[in-house]
């Protein structure tokens, strides 16, 4: 127990990441822990998938690789809201690389599970991955511009 838990009005989080996060009543320290463990979780079922790929066992790569994106999309939701996580995956400055990310989901287990076809369902996580990058990349500031900027002297 500290000092503060006994001063009247002291346990507020000064931050407004309790507003944000709905109510939830995490100390920053515990959002940065569940931050990198879903991160972590997410991050290692993406790699973990490949076992299954090399099995040969292309749905369950579609699913585990796609969950494991997902985990690690909504780690982020512990930083800062996972109400305002959704808010702005749909920012005018986002909404096509989510449109993108959310479709290339979608579309690596449909063409895992219906097509059966392994090299579209690669294609379909490659999307899936160049998504999610885009997409992370608009959280940092002049990432993009950075990005467009290296890949212009490449192409």
Known sequence: MAITDYLPGANRDPSGLEEMCGGMKLTATQRFYGFGICFGVGFLLSILSTLLLSTGNIGGFAVMYTF???V?????GFLIGFLSQLKKMFDPSRLVA??????????TLVVAFTLHSFILTLICCIVQWLALFWYSASYIPFA???IKKCLGGVM
Do not use: K
């Open 68 to 70: 494991g994106n997902v």
């Open 72 to 76: 690690s999309v909504l780690s982020t």
């Open 98 to 107: 989510a449109l993108i990310f959310i479709g290339s989901m979608i579309a």
């Open 144 to 146: 993009r511009d950075l």
